[in-house]
């Protein structure tokens, strides 16, 4: 061991000689790289790289006949170098810039704050006028150079909450995404927002050379280091730009809102809610100012009432409660039930018809006794063994149409509503409860609120004899590659059950009595019903769903016009109005167009 | 009073050095992560802020070494062992999986990697079993033990696909071959990297008519006893095998990106946009800072994250860019210094245990510094290992200074040994 100690102390020296050898060896590759080799430097030392991005166009927006509703266009932002922005003549710059010494020195700062050497925005969106002056005379100016964007820009001034728009990113976002860089855009509602990953596209970096006058040389080696920047995808929506314009005309001036579905897709034809903005005031350079001022409107006009406005559904649940009590076996659509007019208990008829009504009649003069004892008899029946197993069926049946849940599509932001479940009568009524204790929700009072998006859904499911299609916005990406799908949701009520609903439905318009009589349309069998949803706050909210025609059916709808009285007063006219634009693609009742168009909606 | 001793007795030169290069780590970091919204070097929600705790909690572990029994690490050298081994086991059964390998071990905010406890191990239980009074080298069974010591958790390493760190284990060939083995093996093992780098470049069939030209300029030059003539005829045959073998290595053993990786170094890929995208812009950002440098805080490749993982196994990158050729010369000079110093020291150890010891942690900084700044400059694969005590991470840095620190007390401890 000793011995062997001796004899190969020398090996140190062959260590050591391999330790010297590789740190020559990488010497000699960085003497190669960082003097001999030019071409892993930049030309002069006086040059400097700049990596400018190259912003994709964002998607566009089309609607469902390839009307254009965002397009985009060009605007520059000026950019600064903090760090080579020195020797910088201020006064003359200020001068062209049109700011004066303060507010330069504020921006300066901003910049500064953000980074000494990464650029950041100087001035954002300068229009092409500006630019066309201020570019020329920019060489003056090192650390300053421009780069292009693309603002939004809506042709029509119409559905400004179905697309959104888009602001700049705020630090949280940046940083969950480090996609984002201070300055950058990003969808902040509506489409913008739920498919901002696609519609922005992929940034793209141009590395140039720029020289001490601060002028672009030449391409970095060539452009070998760039990236071409990908442009956004564009998305075609379901939404009809005529017929959303004509219901936004419709609404002007009331509160409330319509929702039109494609019963057969579940696309959203139509999102109207009012009051409304449009939606070129959130756009560029004034658009946080702007914000505030619709953010304090005590109309409140950025509020999506289609989506997050509740309401009780009143008589339009109606239709539910019926296909529910058909489905129990407890009575079939011949089943009449009598009927004393305001003299019934426990729930009074608000409309006078003759006594012993079945299905169709009790739907086409929203009888309210008739339904109250279709719902106590479910309630009661044996076949549930108890009043909560019934009540479950019953539940189990209203929300797979939809109802007391959001919507899991592309629509962000829609509520829930509320469908009372046992839980909620367990602990108010310490378990004590039973079919009279709930009565409210047979006629679609009481705990029951829907919006007008879930409504309108109703009225499709209805329409499609049991099925519906998760509503949404999106008809299809422009690029056939890219398929969009959403779930078809079957309700377990038997389809003969659904015809007879929707008879009676139809008999709403078409029948002697039938609440929106007055709303026919010649040519078109339209299937609905009106409600009158009681208001504590106020005068009652008129309310309308319905589809047409009643045989597959091209259009489902749900208008709710707030403290407006009666829903055959002004929802049933207004909906039939939007009926007949869809379908026939003009309406020809002028005298019903100028009714609904009287301005004193609200007053009456 | 005792510890006042020892430490009157470490090693100056070497504590420089190591203070040097983990400030020089640091304001690397700082540089490479530089933002002015976050100026303060102690921010502690920065990278370089996180750095500078890890050199705080390394210098007091490396206190609380100098203060421990230096016969404590020699007598429990096999404990250490085993225990690294049960962590290279535990994490194929819980690792957590980070770019392409599983190598972490999560023990709530805190993550480990167990290769890296492996290697300090790994140099103990070789130091502790060829310092034996009673080990024979010359012993077949006794090289065998070596090599198993060096093998066993490079294949533990190999098999959670971390083929980067399992390499490191590589160099432990070199400490073998200072205690009196393994010439051959070593002169065998450059040999056959050579042919390795080679059949990846060259067409196997030329492969072998170089070789058959090699063999009969041995046949030419030696002399032709019958003994000779047939073993140079036998690794005639073993090196054409394995001419053939590396075939099927390289695209049955080696995971896609790693033989990506290998082929941009052979210069039989060019993909700057994709995997070889690291290394040219990394090329560039060393490049760029030329003789002296763009000054500190000052580059501009690394501002803009061109170069990925800068502040980690890039972070030479920053210092090429920003102190130039004169500071790369500077660095790897110190590195020098730091290894040329180990090995001084390893020397006029009384101990066995020491000097292997030495030997092993020299080898280890050296493999490190070679390949880290090799990848960097594409003279080596993009292996992701760190660079000793410069690259930003709690485990890399806490090992390699426990590593060092250990050293310094058993040098300090060195004339205590009779």
């Given at each position: 061991?000793?011995?062997?100690?001796?004899?190969?102390?020398?090996?140190?020296?062959?260590?050591?000689?391999?330790?010297?050898?590789?740190?020559?060896?990488?010497?000699?590759?960085?003497?190669?790289?960082?003097?001999?080799?030019?071409?892993?430097?930049?030309?002069?030392?006086?040059?400097?790289?700049?990596?400018?991005?190259?912003?994709?166009?964002?998607?566009?927006?089309?609607?469902?006949?390839?009307?254009?509703?965002?397009?985009?266009?060009?605007?520059?932002?000026?950019?600064?170098?903090?760090?080579?922005?020195?020797?910088?003549?201020?006064?003359?710059?200020?001068?062209?810039?049109?700011?004066?010494?303060?507010?330069?020195?504020?921006?300066?700062?901003?910049?500064?704050?953000?980074?000494?050497?990464?650029?950041?925005?100087?001035?954002?969106?300068?229009?092409?006028?500006?630019?066309?002056?201020?570019?020329?005379?920019?060489?003056?100016?090192?650390?300053?150079?421009?780069?292009?964007?693309?603002?939004?820009?809506?042709?029509?001034?119409?559905?400004?909450?179905?697309?959104?728009?888009?602001?700049?990113?705020?630090?949280?976002?940046?940083?969950?995404?480090?996609?984002?860089?201070?300055?950058?855009?990003?969808?902040?509602?509506?489409?913008?927002?739920?498919?901002?990953?696609?519609?922005?596209?992929?940034?793209?970096i141009k590395i140039t050379v720029v020289d001490v006058h601060n002028r672009e040389k030449e391409r970095y080696m060539g452009g070998a280091y760039d990236t071409l920047p990908e442009p956004g995808k564009d998305i075609i929506l379901g939404l009809d730009a005529e017929l959303?314009?004509?219901?936004?005309?419709?609404?002007?001036?009331?509160?409330?809102?319509?929702?039109?579905?494609?019963?057969?897709?579940?696309?959203?034809?139509?999102?109207?809610?009012?009051?409304?903005?449009?939606?070129?005031?959130?756009?560029?350079?004034?658009?946080?100012?702007?914000?505030?001022?619709?953010?304090?409107?005590?109309?409140?006009?950025?509020?999506?009432?289609?989506?997050?406005?509740?309401?009780?559904?009143?008589?339009?649940?109606?239709?539910?409660?019926?296909?529910?009590?058909?489905?129990?076996?407890?009575?079939?659509?011949?089943?009449?039930?009598?009927?004393?007019?305001?003299?019934?208990?426990?729930?009074?008829?608000?409309?006078?018809?003759?006594?012993?009504?079945?299905?169709?009649?009790?739907?086409?003069?929203?009888?309210?006794?008739?339904?109250?004892?279709?719902?106590?008899?479910?309630?009661?029946?044996?076949?549930?063994?108890?009043?909560?197993?019934?009540?479950?069926?019953?539940?189990?049946?209203?929300?797979?149409?939809?109802?007391?849940?959001?919507?899991?599509?592309?629509?962000?932001?829609?509520?829930?509503?509320?469908?009372?479940?046992?839980?909620?009568?367990?602990?108010?009524?310490?378990?004590?409860?039973?079919?009279?204790?709930?009565?409210?929700?047979?006629?679609?009072?009481?705990?029951?609120?829907?919006?007008?998006?879930?409504?309108?859904?109703?009225?499709?499911?209805?329409?499609?004899?049991?099925?519906?299609?998760?509503?949404?916005?999106?008809?299809?990406?422009?690029?056939?590659?890219?398929?969009?799908?959403?779930?078809?949701?079957?309700?377990?009520?038997?389809?003969?059950?659904?015809?007879?609903?929707?008879?009676?439905?139809?008999?709403?318009?078409?029948?002697?009595?039938?609440?929106?009589?007055?709303?026919?349309?010649?040519?078109?069998?339209?299937?609905?019903?009106?409600?009158?949803?009681?208001?504590?706050?106020?005068?009652?909210?008129?309310?309308?769903?319905?589809?047409?025609?009643?045989?597959?059916?091209?259009?489902?709808?749900?208008?709710?016009?707030?403290?407006?009285?009666?829903?055959?007063?002004?929802?049933?006219?207004?909906?039939?109005?939007?009926?007949?634009?869809?379908?026939?693609?003009?309406?020809?009742?002028?005298?019903?167009?100028?009714?609904?168009?009287?301005?004193?909606?609200?007053?009456? | 009073?005792?510890?006042?001793?020892?430490?009157?007795?470490?090693?100056?030169?070497?504590?420089?050095?190591?203070?040097?290069?983990?400030?020089?780590?640091?304001?690397?970091?700082?540089?490479?992560?530089?933002?002015?919204?976050?100026?303060?070097?102690?921010?502690?929600?920065?990278?370089?802020?996180?750095?500078?705790?890890?050199?705080?909690?390394?210098?007091?572990?490396?206190?609380?070494?100098?203060?421990?029994?230096?016969?404590?690490?020699?007598?429990?050298?096999?404990?250490?062992?085993?225990?690294?081994?049960?962590?290279?086991?535990?994490?194929?059964?819980?690792?957590?999986?980070?770019?392409?390998?599983?190598?972490?071990?999560?023990?709530?905010?805190?993550?480990?990697?167990?290769?890296?406890?492996?290697?300090?191990?790994?140099?103990?239980?070789?130091?502790?079993?060829?310092?034996?009074?009673?080990?024979?080298?010359?012993?077949?069974?006794?090289?065998?033990?070596?090599?198993?010591?060096?093998?066993?958790?490079?294949?533990?390493?190999?098999?959670?696909?971390?083929?980067?760190?399992?390499?490191?284990?590589?160099?432990?060939?070199?400490?073998?071959?200072?205690?009196?083995?393994?010439?051959?093996?070593?002169?065998?093992?450059?040999?056959?990297?050579?042919?390795?780098?080679?059949?990846?470049?060259?067409?196997?069939?030329?492969?072998?008519?170089?070789?058959?030209?090699?063999?009969?300029?041995?046949?030419?030059?030696?002399?032709?006893?019958?003994?000779?003539?047939?073993?140079?005829?036998?690794?005639?045959?073993?090196?054409?095998?394995?001419?053939?073998?590396?075939?099927?290595?390289?695209?049955?053993?080696?995971?896609?990106?790693?033989?990506?990786?290998?082929?941009?170094?052979?210069?039989?890929?060019?993909?700057?946009?994709?995997?070889?995208?690291?290394?040219?812009?990394?090329?560039?950002?060393?490049?760029?800072?030329?003789?002296?440098?763009?000054?500190?805080?000052?580059?501009?490749?690394?501002?803009?994250?061109?170069?990925?993982?800068?502040?980690?196994?890039?972070?030479?990158?920053?210092?090429?860019?920003?102190?130039?050729?004169?500071?790369?010369?500077?660095?790897?000079?110190?590195?020098?210094?730091?290894?040329?110093?180990?090995?001084?020291?390893?020397?006029?150890?009384?101990?066995?245990?020491?000097?292997?010891?030495?030997?092993?942690?020299?080898?280890?900084?050296?493999?490190?510094?070679?390949?880290?700044?090799?990848?960097?400059?594409?003279?080596?694969?993009?292996?992701?290992?760190?660079?000793?005590?410069?690259?930003?991470?709690?485990?890399?840095?806490?090992?390699?200074?426990?590593?060092?620190?250990?050293?310094?007390?058993?040098?300090?401890?060195?004339?205590?040994?009779?």
């Amino acid at each position: 061991m000793i011995k062997n100690k001796i004899n190969y102390s020398q090996r140190k020296y062959v260590i050591g000689s391999i330790f010297i050898l590789v740190a020559i060896i990488l010497l000699t590759k960085l003497f190669i790289i960082q003097i001999v080799d030019d071409s892993y430097k930049q030309s002069s030392d006086n040059n400097t790289l700049r990596y400018i991005i190259q912003y994709p166009s964002r998607g566009k927006i089309y609607d469902r006949n390839g009307k254009l509703l965002v397009y985009n266009d060009a605007i520059y932002d000026l950019m600064i170098i903090p760090s080579q922005a020195k020797d910088v003549d201020t006064a003359s710059l200020c001068k062209l810039l049109n700011i004066n010494n303060e507010i330069y020195n504020n921006y300066l700062k901003k910049a500064r704050k953000y980074s000494y050497i990464a650029p950041s925005i100087f001035i954002s969106q300068i229009t092409k006028e500006e630019y066309g002056r201020i570019a020329e005379m920019l060489y003056h100016y090192p650390g300053f150079y421009f780069q292009t964007r693309s603002l939004r820009q809506y042709p029509l001034p119409i559905a400004a909450h179905t697309l959104g728009n888009i602001g700049e990113v705020t630090k949280p976002e940046m940083e969950r995404d480090a996609y984002y860089k201070l300055g950058d855009y990003i969808g902040k509602s509506g489409i913008e927002k739920y498919y901002e990953k696609e519609l922005r596209g992929k940034k793209g970096i141009k590395i140039t050379v720029v020289d001490v006058h601060n002028r672009e040389k030449e391409r970095y080696m060539g452009g070998a280091y760039d990236t071409l920047p990908e442009p956004g995808k564009d998305i075609i929506l379901g939404l009809d730009a005529e017929l959303q314009a004509y219901g936004e005309y419709l609404m002007a001036g009331k509160t409330g809102s319509i929702v039109a579905i494609e019963p057969e897709t579940g696309q959203i034809l139509a999102m109207v809610t009012s009051p409304t903005y449009d939606p070129n005031v959130l756009v560029g350079r004034k658009r946080g100012m702007r914000y505030n001022e619709l953010l304090k409107d005590p109309d409140k006009p950025l509020i999506n009432r289609a989506i997050s406005g509740t309401y009780p559904p009143g008589s339009t649940f109606k239709m539910i409660n019926g296909l529910i009590a058909l489905q129990s076996g407890v009575m079939t659509a011949n089943t009449a039930y009598p009927c004393s007019g305001p003299n019934s208990a426990p729930i009074k008829c608000t409309h006078y018809h003759n006594s012993h009504v079945r299905l169709y009649d009790a739907i086409e003069n929203s009888c309210n006794p008739y339904f109250w004892q279709a719902f106590n008899d479910m309630m009661n029946s044996r076949r549930f063994g108890s009043q909560k197993n019934a009540f479950k069926f019953w539940y189990d049946n209203v929300t797979s149409f939809g109802l007391g849940r959001t919507v899991n599509s592309d629509i962000p932001f829609t509520v829930s509503g509320n469908i009372p479940k046992m839980e909620y009568y367990d602990k108010v009524y310490r378990g004590n409860w039973n079919a009279m204790t709930i009565r409210s929700l047979s006629i679609g009072q009481g705990e029951i609120l829907v919006t007008p998006l879930q409504l309108a859904n109703v009225a499709a499911a209805i329409g499609n004899e049991g099925y519906f299609i998760e509503p949404h916005y999106i008809k299809c990406f422009s690029d056939p590659n890219d398929s969009v799908s959403f779930e078809k949701h079957i309700i377990n009520i038997n389809k003969k059950h659904f015809k007879d609903v929707k008879k009676g439905m139809q008999s709403v318009f078409e029948g002697d009595h039938g609440t929106a009589r007055m709303s026919v349309i010649s040519g078109i069998t339209v299937g609905g019903k009106t409600g009158t949803a009681e208001n504590p706050h106020g005068l009652d909210h008129s309310i309308f769903m319905g589809f047409a025609p009643v045989d597959n059916p091209q259009i489902a709808i749900a208008v709710v016009v707030e403290n407006a009285g009666f829903g055959s007063t002004w929802a049933a006219p207004i909906a039939s109005l939007m009926i007949e634009k869809y379908i026939k693609g003009s309406v020809v009742r002028p005298d019903l167009e100028k009714r609904v168009l009287t301005p004193n909606a609200n007053e009456k | 009073m005792r510890s006042n001793n020892i430490i009157g007795k470490i090693d100056i030169w070497l504590l420089i050095i190591y203070l040097a290069l983990v400030t020089i780590g640091l304001l690397s970091i700082y540089a490479a992560a530089y933002n002015e919204a976050h100026p303060h070097i102690y921010d502690m929600s920065q990278s370089y802020g996180k750095q500078l705790l890890f050199i705080g909690v390394s210098l007091v572990v490396g206190f609380a070494i100098l203060l421990i029994d230096a016969k404590f690490f020699n007598a429990f050298a096999y404990v250490f062992y085993g225990l690294s081994l049960v962590c290279l086991l535990l994490v194929l059964v819980i690792g957590s999986k980070i770019s392409g390998s599983t190598s972490w071990i999560q023990l709530g905010p805190i993550s480990f990697q167990p290769s890296e406890f492996a290697k300090f191990g790994t140099s103990l239980a070789l130091a502790h079993y060829l310092g034996k009074l009673d080990t024979d080298i010359t012993q077949f069974k006794s090289k065998l033990i070596a090599y198993g010591i060096v093998f066993v958790p490079m294949l533990l390493v190999l098999a959670q696909g971390d083929a980067g760190s399992a390499s490191v284990f590589i160099i432990f060939l070199l400490v073998i071959y200072r205690e009196g083995v393994g010439g051959k093996i070593l002169i065998g093992g450059l040999s056959a990297a050579t042919i390795f780098i080679l059949s990846l470049c060259v067409s196997k069939w030329y492969m072998m008519i170089g070789l058959v030209v090699i063999y009969a300029f041995f046949l030419l030059l030696i002399n032709r006893t019958k003994k000779n003539i047939m073993l140079v005829t036998a690794i005639l045959i073993a090196a054409c095998a394995f001419v053939f073998s590396v075939d099927f290595a390289f695209y049955h053993i080696l995971k896609p990106h790693q033989q990506t990786r290998i082929n941009i170094i052979l210069g039989k890929e060019h993909d700057i946009k994709g995997v070889g995208y690291n290394l040219n812009q990394s090329m560039i950002a060393i490049g760029s800072g030329g003789f002296s440098g763009k000054g500190y805080l000052n580059g501009t490749m690394t501002k803009y994250n061109f170069v990925p993982e800068q502040h980690t196994d890039f972070i030479f990158c920053t210092i090429g860019e920003e102190s130039g050729f004169i500071g790369c010369f500077f660095l790897i000079a110190l590195y020098l210094a730091l290894m040329l110093r180990i090995i001084h020291l390893a020397e006029r150890q009384r101990s066995a245990f020491s000097r292997i010891y030495g030997y092993s942690i020299a080898c280890i900084f050296f493999f490190h510094f070679a390949i880290n700044i090799g990848m960097t400059i594409g003279l080596v694969p993009v292996i992701g290992i760190p660079l000793p005590f410069l690259s930003y991470g709690g485990s890399s840095l806490l090992m390699f200074s426990m590593m060092l620190f250990v050293f310094l007390k058993q040098d300090a401890n060195r004339m205590n040994i009779l």
